[in-house]
């Protein structure tokens, strides 16, 4: 049985990365975009990569970067140029599915260790087995492996650790491997470029099969179809420990620190609630609540109790209409430049993602502490300190709030959506 399972968030960028650690994450995941799956929202490139590097160790965090792509030739000479300026530098692990991306990190920095990606789709203990020997330290376990399957790949290779996705978008595609984006639109996602197509509306016409008929639901308005559901096992988090997972991954490197914090502080919560609390699944259930608050497309257990209990597609719509609004990071506290008119109120700069105004009751959810709400007394620019009527996003925008309690630096801001 584990002790201290690793709570691992995804880091699309510095200051993503940053809000993981902030909000509970003990491990990161990141990488460069010509080498990872995740190739056209990434803002890494090889000086802040090293510079994060630096940055989570400082924390004590560990970082683990990806090199998950499925190479061509073309890729090779590129990869060990890439891959020496890690020399004098190495993260915790390398993330590679290809078995010729790993043989080159062995040649090239032989002190690596190196995670096996959820790519190259590990279902069975043989194949743990066969990679442990290849000299990898974990195997980052596909999507369809049931609870039953992971408790015999630990029991057969116990030395091995076992990585496991809890949270996030799920692929239409078994494992990931999907070629619709290639098809529809020439980008591909095994080489971290997909365009999304599974969660587009589409209207069916199909040419007549004989005896051959496809249960699809749809209206004149078209469906949903190949739209999975997001995973969610923020419930089951315990029986994934007791099974031998080491690791509980959260996808997202493409969403925003928003949706980032909430999620990682609430697995963060989840695993804090010790096993003989009383009120540990009434806890659990208000924690899972409060993710569904953000943007989703319902939520599933995946394939955890068995591929014939996985109903993982969401046709009614592509996702969720969200209540709240992100309109802010806290950026910085108790500002000097400005006094406050009562000593009752706190002056904090903030950056800007969606319209605020004078007036407006916001909610703080802070890295540690608990959510804190208030009104906005003033609001003033960051730059000639006059005072404004309202502040919108854009342009990496500051501003200054005036409000009545002191809240953590780190903290994102949402309110409630206007409906009309």
Not at 297 to 310: A, H, I, P
Not at 359 to 366: M, S, V
Not at 394 to 416: D, H
Request: glycine share 4%; with cysteine; hydrophobic share 35%.
């Amino acid at each position: 049985m584990l002790n201290d399972p690793e709570l691992l968030a995804p880091a699309g960028s510095f200051e993503k990365l940053k809000y993981a650690l902030e909000f509970g994450a003990d491990a990161v995941y990141a990488g460069l975009p010509d080498f990872s799956l995740r190739a056209r929202i990434n803002k890494f490139n090889e000086k802040n990569i090293a510079e994060a590097i630096n940055y989570t160790h400082s924390k004590n965090k560990k970082i683990y970067v990806t090199i998950n792509i499925f190479a061509h030739n073309y890729h090779l000479n590129n990869l060990k140029k890439h891959l020496l300026i890690f020399k004098k530098n190495l993260p915790d692990a390398f993330i590679a599915s290809d078995i010729g991306v790993i043989e080159i990190i062995k040649k090239v920095l032989p002190k690596a260790d190196i995670h096996l990606s959820t790519q190259a789709n590990t279902t069975n203990w043989q194949a743990a087995k066969f990679w442990h020997k290849q000299g990898v330290k974990r195997i980052v376990l596909a999507r369809e492996v049931t609870l039953e399957e992971i408790k015999e790949i630990h029991r057969k290779v116990p030395k091995l650790e076992l990585e496991y996705f809890v949270h996030g978008a799920m692929c239409m595609a078994y494992s990931g491997r999907c070629f619709l984006s290639s098809w529809q639109t020439g980008r591909s996602s095994n080489l971290g470029d997909c365009a999304q197509n599974c969660r587009w509306k589409y209207q069916l016409v199909e040419e007549k099969r004989p005896n051959e008929y496809m249960p699809i639901e749809q209206d004149n308005h078209g469906t949903y179809f190949l739209n999975s559901k997001d995973l969610c096992l923020i419930e089951y988090l315990d029986e994934l420990k007791n099974a031998g997972i080491t690791s509980f991954k959260i996808e997202g490197r493409a969403k925003s620190v928003y949706y980032l914090a909430q999620v990682v502080k609430a697995y963060k919560l989840a695993l804090e609630i010790k096993s003989n609390d009383k009120n540990k699944k009434t806890k659990i259930k208000k924690l899972k609540s409060d993710l569904n608050k953000l943007v989703n497309r319902t939520f599933t257990t995946g394939f955890l109790f068995g591929e014939c209990k996985y109903k993982g597609q969401e046709t009614r719509f592509s996702h969720t209409e969200e209540e709240y609004e992100f309109v802010g990071e806290v950026a910085e506290l108790e500002s000097r430049k400005l006094k406050v008119e009562s000593k009752n109120f706190k002056i904090i700069k903030i950056k800007v993602h969606n319209a605020l105004f004078v007036g407006d009751r916001i909610e703080f959810i802070q890295p540690r502490g608990k959510n804190i709400f208030c009104k906005i007394k003033n609001i003033y620019d960051d730059k000639t300190l006059a005072k404004l009527k309202s502040a919108h996003g854009g342009q990496e925008r500051m501003v200054y709030i005036e409000i009545s309690k002191m809240v953590e630096v780190f903290s994102v801001i949402r309110k409630r959506k206007n409906k009309e």
